[in-house]
C-alpha cells in the first residue's frame, strides 16, 4: 500500500509561482507513474501533468503547458509540480496520485494511489 502526502500549497496572486511536493511511502516509488490533477469547486477532477518512472518522459494538459512542470527525485520518493504564472482559474484542491505502470496516463481511473489534496487558491 502507498501512501501519498501533498504539501506546498496556499494562496498566491495571479501572475505568481508555487511548488507543490508529493511524498510517497509504503512502496517502490521509482516504479511508479507518478500524476497530478486538480478539482475546483463544483468541477470534475482534471488531469495535470504526469511524468515516467524515471522523469524522463511528461505529459501535460493544454491548460498548463508552458507553465508547469512536473519532476521527480526518486531518492527522496518525491514529486514536484512547479507553477508558474498563475491564473485565478489554477485555483482547486491538487492531488498526487500513482500508477503501478510504466506507461503514463491522463485518466484518474488508471491511478491505484492518491493524495489527500492540498489547495492552491490564486487571487486576481
Known amino acids: 500500500q502507498v501512501q501519498l502526502v501533498e504539501s506546498g500549497g496556499g494562496l498566491v496572486q495571479a501572475g505568481g509561482s508555487q511548488r507543490l511536493s508529493c511524498t510517497a511511502s509504503g512502496g517502490t516509488f521509482s516504479r511508479y507513474v507518478m500524476g497530478w490533477f486538480r478539482q475546483a469547486p463544483g468541477k470534475e477532477r482534471d488531469f495535470v501533468a504526469a511524468?515516467?518512472?524515471?522523469?524522463?518522459?511528461?505529459n501535460y494538459a493544454d491548460s498548463v503547458k508552458g507553465r508547469f512542470t512536473v519532476s521527480r527525485d526518486n531518492a527522496k520518493n518525491t514529486v514536484y509540480l512547479q507553477m508558474n504564472s498563475l491564473k485565478p482559474e489554477d485555483t482547486a484542491v491538487y492531488y498526487c496520485a500513482a500508477r503501478r505502470t510504466a506507461i503514463i496516463s491522463r485518466s484518474l481511473p488508471d491511478y491505484d494511489y492518491w493524495g489527500q489534496g492540498t489547495q492552491v487558491t490564486v487571487s486576481s
Open positions: 511524468i515516467s518512472w524515471s522523469g524522463s518522459a511528461t
